[in-house]
């Protein structure tokens, strides 16, 4: 048999999906062609708005050519489907390339609608829909003050997120007289605009935009229906979108009456063999602007091919939870109250700014629709109820009342739902799904992730899926493991916990508390680090000598050839004219590599280990102290000058970053943490970058949390507003001291801030309001490792028998005669056998 | 005193005050680097050239001693493969295998001599 010719035209989110499930299904009977107008494959494009949380466009995407290429999917970028012949069966694109089809999928979902609103097309005018339109905003923003959205609903509320983080003013205009009027009730709506106001977010509702013009203090100036106007140095519109149905208007496949391309059941249009799959198809007269749905079509179509006509599509629940700008907020169901005899029940929290109203059935026992905005824990619960038609409890309002203290919350546990509850909708994941997993040895969120795809989609279901996997694995007598290596069945975390409440001092005591063996490479450096971390010893006592992984043990980096960085501290980066030259000095005394470094102050590269004691020797007496460049701890805090020098500066931030280098240096943490302080938000210090972020402002500073550069950037979560220079060190002690008791080993606070549940959130809870009751504890801790801090170098060149170790042999004066040394632009660089050294000398 | 007779008698390398537990020294003994490392638990010593065949550099004796099952080695301070210190064999890779020395602790001094 031939194999069956299918055209897909759009690869977008369900363009990708109905591949992938066709081929799933059999591969060997379908030869599958797709195109696409963006440049790129199918990407993810429901997290578009990561972008500018660091994801790259390699991050988004959905699969890549090796995978398509390797399932004979053969696919055409950059060139857009501009015609059908029905009669032979092509399909025409814009470069003339004509593909023959036996099946064609049209898949071509919508785009951002432009109100006709003159002076709409300039250039810092732009869309939110594609990640090259991401890319133009990103541009804009460099060169913008204030930005504007127009749209406040769902995409609206994202590209204003995108702003903020673009570090533009940010301003959201919207025609209706509240915020995401398709979810929100009027009570949501307004306690949402509310929420973004105190984030400094400008909302201007019930404002018809009729011209854009230029502008006298901004690039442009958008007048309003009213008489009022706005200034602005750019524009996204978020409007709406509308169904991508250009295709079917030319060449005659029917469509709505307001547009979008009409299909059935089975996903079929009205011309024979071609059908229409996700935002551009139009059922019972409606759109489906969310992914899922898609995915649902995307399978009943790939069925309806592969000779399965039982398999439908009837319709998809639209309820949605997400957060904006960091709120969060939800919709299930019929809100709009055109449900005829239904009733709610309303709870408005004014002061913790909780909005939470519940429609239930005229006889009050089936679910009807629900608004959450503030506090969606009751998500999961309400929209189970309301998929499967549960029956409501008794009184329903328990379910949108908060529980009081330790109790459950209202409503019921996982366990009281169906096999058939859908989990996870944007891969269609049911809880017997994902007891099946876990039957097959799926035993945590990483694994039942890879095995079912659950939460990998919008991330909604994740808390859910997790209780699923959580209560199945108890069920099924399991006991989660997270041991850091085979001589201690405990994580990090619980060997951090040991070590602080049985006040354990060495490694020895350790291992014949609760260890096996003699231990290996991965626990000895850890249990070190949470040692220093909370006595402070100095790391070379006998005791602790061999857990110190490779750069602890001297002091110094090891670099290729065995040699060492030296790396004096260099507070804030500021450095006498005194103290360099005598760092010049000795550079040049033992011929070291010399280099500044990106965190503000100098590395010398080549010391062997008998002469690291004489530098450092030289370095402590002109009054220098180790950088700490070999620990997981502080590194640097790296910083402007401030309004000492800067004609912007409104605090001092060299001074503050001196400060709180010389408060935190030394201390041991499960990585190595770096801050940042600017001295204005012009942020030339780069702090949001960095683990802790201070960042000077008229009101006081603003502490940003969990910022990384490296191998994954991350922007910093703003922690806390306008501190005072003694709430910051406060507030920095606590989180310092609350990420080294429970972070894992290696975990950049980037990422334990991500896998803390509850997230900023709830780090606040924790630090602001004490919700653990532990802060005085931090405080202490962090008090004593201040009070204990030494200059490991200084402690070591006084003491003879630590030098011992620093010289190669233990029998002989002579020295390693193995290095071999290569000048290049006037300086020593290793002479490894591997090395082409050719190449770095231009 | 010759390379051939070395080779059949032990020599003195250092008093053994100077290695300290569960950690590495390196010593300079018929002109090879040797690393000598003391087990506190086993009480063991155990001795193995210096040079990393993987990072090409002579780093062994600062590595972290550890234990798998009832192996215990010593694992590289560059790359981390591991070593066994009782014969040499790497642990991650079945192509590498770093010499090893005869070691022992006479009147308070650390001995070494070619294995044979
Ligand atoms: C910022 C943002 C956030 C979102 N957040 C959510 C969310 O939280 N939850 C949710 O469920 N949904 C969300 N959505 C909606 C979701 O992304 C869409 O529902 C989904 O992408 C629709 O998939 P699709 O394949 O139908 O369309 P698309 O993903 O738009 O793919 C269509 C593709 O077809 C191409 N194309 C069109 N015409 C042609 C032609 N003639 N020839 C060749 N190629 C063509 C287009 O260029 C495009 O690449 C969000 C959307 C955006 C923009
Ligand atoms: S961040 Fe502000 S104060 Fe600091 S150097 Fe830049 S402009 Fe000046
Ligand atoms: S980026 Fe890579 S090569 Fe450069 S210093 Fe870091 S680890 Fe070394
Ligand atoms: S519901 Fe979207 S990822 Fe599960």
């Given at each position: ?42 990407y993810?494009?429901v ?10 466009a ?15 999917i ?24 004509v ?63 995108a ?6 003013e ?19 709506g307004?306690?949402l ?19 854009i ?22 524009i ?6 509308r ?44 759109i ?13 179509a ?5 000779g ?6 009837t ?19 019929e ?25 239930v ?9 629900a ?22 409890p ?10 009081s203290?330790?109790?459950?919350a209202a409503?019921?546990?996982?366990d ?10 944007c ?15 799926c035993?945590n969120?990483?694994?039942l992730?890879?095995s ?38 405990y ?9 602080r409440?049985k ?8 291992l014949?508390d ?10 000895k450096p ?6 220093a ?8 006592e ?11 043990n ?67 007496d ?7 460049a070999?620990g ?27 400060d ?63 501190l ?45 309001n ?50 071999a040394f ?6 020593r660089f290793?002479?490894?056998k ?9 | ?15 053994i ?18 690393a ?13 050239a ?13 590595g972290?001693?550890?234990s ?7 694992a ?14 790497c642990l991650?890779s ?16 650390v001995?070494?001599?070619?294995a044979?």
């Open positions: 048999m031939s194999k069956q010719r299918i055209v897909v035209v759009g690869n977008g989110m369900v363009g990708h999906k109905f591949i992938d499930t066709i081929i799933g299904n059999d591969e060997t009977k379908y030869e599958v062609i797709t195109f696409s107008e963006e440049s790129r494959l199918a993810d494009r997290q578009l708005s990561y972008f500018f949380s660091g994801k790259t390699e991050d988004l995407a959905l699969t890549d050519a090796a995978y398509y290429e390797e399932n004979g053969k696919f055409v970028l950059n060139d857009k489907v501009v015609d059908l012949d029905f009669d032979n069966r092509n399909v025409i694109t814009a470069s003339g390339r593909e023959s089809y036996d099946k064609l999928v049209l898949a071509t979902g919508s785009y951002p609608f432009v109100p006709p609103i003159p002076g709409n097309d300039q250039e810092h005018c732009h869309v939110y829909r594609t990640i090259d339109d991401l890319e133009d905003i990103t541009k804009s923003g460099e060169t913008s003050k204030i930005g504007v959205v127009i749209g406040g609903g769902l995409l609206g509320l994202e590209a204003g997120n702003l903020v983080n673009l570090g533009v940010t301003h959201i205009v919207e025609f209706a007289p509240r915020l995401m009027a398709v979810q929100l009730d009027d009570g949501g307004s306690l605009k509310r929420k973004i106001e105190d984030l400094g977010v400008h909302v201007h509702t019930e404002k018809a935009t009729t011209e013009v230029a502008g006298t203090t901004s690039r442009y100036r958008m007048n309003f229906a009213d008489g009022s106007h706005l200034e602005t140095d750019m996204i519109f978020s409007a709406g979108i169904p991508q149905d250009e295709l079917a208007r030319k060449t005659g496949i029917p469509i709505g009456e307001r547009g979008g391309i009409v299909i059935n059941n089975h996903c079929e249009t009205g011309v024979e063999d071609v059908y229409a799959i996700g935002e551009c198809a139009l059922w019972e007269n409606f489906f602007g969310l992914v899922a749905p898609g995915y649902q079509m995307a399978k009943v790939a069925a309806h091919m592969h399965d006509s039982d398999t439908e599509f319709g998809a629940d639209m309820s949605t939870k997400l957060k904006l700008l960091g709120i969060d907020v939800a919709s299930i169901g809100v709009h109250g055109k449900t005829p005899g239904a009733q709610s029940y309303t709870y408005h929290d004014e002061i913790e700014q909780v909005y939470k109203r519940l429609i059935s005229a006889d009050g026992t089936k679910m009807v629709g608004v959450l905005v503030g506090d969606v824990e009751a998500y999961g619960t309400l929209l189970q109820l309301k998929l499967n038609d549960m029956k409501l008794a009184n329903p309002s328990v379910l949108i009342l908060p529980s203290g330790g109790e459950e409503g019921m546990g996982v009281a739902l169906p096999d058939t509850a859908a989990i996870c909708s891969f269609d994941v049911s809880k017997g799904d994902i007891k099946n997993a876990v039957a097959a040895g035993c969120m990483g694994e992730k890879a079912t795809k659950a939460a990998t989609g919008c991330g909604g279901c994740t808390a859910l899926a997790k209780q699923v996997l959580d209560s199945e694995l108890l069920s099924l007598g399991f006991e989660v493991k997270k041991d850091i290596c085979e001589h201690f069945a994580s990090r975390q619980e060997l951090a916990d040991i070590i409440v006040k354990i001092k060495t490694f020895s005591e350790l014949v609760c260890g096996s063996g003699l231990g290996c490479e991965t626990c850890a249990v070190a680090n949470i040692l971390a909370y006595w402070n010893e100095y790391v070379l006998d005791a602790h000598v061999g857990l110190q992984d490779t750069n602890d001297y002091l110094g980096n090891m670099q290729k050839d065995g040699t060492y960085s030296v790396v004096p501290r260099m507070p804030g980066g500021e450095v006498t004219p005194d103290g360099l030259i005598v760092i010049g000095q000795v550079a040049k005394e033992f011929n070291l590599y010399t280099k500044v470094t990106g965190g503000a102050r100098v590395d010398l590269f080549g010391a062997q280990l008998h002469e690291l004691p004489v530098i450092w020797k030289k370095l402590v002109a009054g220098f102290e180790t950088g700490h070999y997981k701890s502080l590194r640097t805090v790296k910083s402007c000058v401030g309004n000492t020098w800067c004609r912007y500066g409104v605090k001092n931030s060299i001074g503050f970053a001196i709180l280098e010389n408060r935190y240096k030394g201390l041991r943490s499960p990585h190595k943490v770096k801050f940042g302080v600017s001295g204005c938000t012009r942020e030339c210090a780069e702090a949001q970058g960095k683990d802790f972020g201070l960042i000077a402002t008229e009101g006081g500073w603003n502490l940003y949390f969990g910022g990384n550069g490296g191998m994954r950037p991350r922007h910093g979560d703003l922690f806390a507003s306008d005072t220079d003694e709430q910051v060190r406060t507030y920095v002690d606590r989180i310092y001291m609350f990420y080294i008791r429970t972070a894992d080993r290696l975990q950049r606070t980037s990422v334990w801030l991500e896998n803390l549940e509850g997230g900023i959130e709830y780090l606040r809870e924790v630090i602001l004490d919700s653990l009751n532990i802060n005085a504890e931090l405080e202490a801790e962090m008090e004593s490792n201040v009070a204990n801090y030494q200059c490991e170098w200084k402690t070591t060149i006084e003491s003879p028998e630590k030098l011992k170790r620093f010289k190669h042999f233990i029998n002989s004066k002579e020295v390693d005669t193995g290095l290569k000048v290049i632009r006037g300086q290793p002479l490894a591997e090395i082409e050294i050719t190449e770095l000398v231009e | 005193m010759d390379i051939t007779s070395s080779n059949t008698t032990w020599t003195d390398i250092c008093p005050n100077d290695l300290t537990p569960d950690a590495g020294i390196c010593a300079l003994y018929n002109e090879q680097q040797v000598i490392f003391l087990c506190k638990q086993s009480s063991n010593v155990y001795a193995v210096n040079f990393d065949p993987f990072g090409h550099a002579n780093v062994l004796s600062r972290i001693i550890g798998t099952e009832d192996i215990i080695y010593v590289s301070p560059l790359y981390k493969q591991r070593f066994n210190l009782a014969t040499g064999e991650d079945e192509e590498h295998k770093i010499k090893i020395f005869n070691v022992r602790i006479e009147n308070e001094q001995q070494l001599k070619e044979s």
